[in-house]
């Protein structure tokens, strides 16, 4: 069962931590439990600070895509919360530019654009096959960076 924004920041209240005020988000990372895991992983050792998603996943779902100062409330696999963070930064940009800064501030394999390029062609071909659309070079990614604000 999905958690509501509401049951979430009541759960962290009742924990003493205040979520900020704002545009609340639930973010969740990675498509399997073991990814999921390391990437937040990443993010609360400080190394992961960036992640990107496709623009065809958001019109797909019917949602807004992230803006700055938007406050997510990460959850993991399981949707049980896990921190808290703020959008610093948003940028729409086709797969084949993504740069080699971008990369690297996702956190993850080597830093390099060329592992980043083959590790998220792979994670969007599942994305493309579940939403019904054909990957493209050129497919709109949503490029966010991020602070985190609270560990929970």
């Not at 049951?7 to 009742?14: F, G, N």
């Not at 930064?89 to 530019?97: A, G, L, S, Y």
């Not at 990369?103 to 390029?117: F, K, Q, V, Y």
Request: proline fraction near 4%; charged fraction near 25%.
């Amino acid at each position: 069962m999905n958690p509501t924004i509401e049951s979430l920041v009541e759960t962290l209240s009742q924990r003493g931590i205040k979520v900020p005020e704002g545009n609340r988000r639930i973010v969740g990372f990675g498509d399997s439990e073991a990814l999921s895991a390391e990437l937040i992983a990443l993010m609360l050792q400080g190394t992961k600070r960036g992640t990107c998603s496709m623009l065809w996943s958001w019109e797909f779902e019917g949602e807004a895509i992230p803006a700055v100062g938007d406050i997510g409330i990460v959850v993991d696999y399981f949707n049980r919360p896990v921190m808290i963070h703020r959008t610093t930064h948003v940028e729409i940009v086709p797969f084949n530019e993504v740069t080699a800064e971008f990369a690297a501030s996702e956190g993850e394999g080597d830093l390099s654009l060329a592992w980043w390029r083959k590790a998220h062609w792979e994670f969007f071909l599942r994305e493309c096959e579940r939403i019904g659309c054909t990957i493209d070079e050129t497919m709109p990614l949503v490029c966010e960076t991020f602070e985190v604000v609270e560990t929970c």
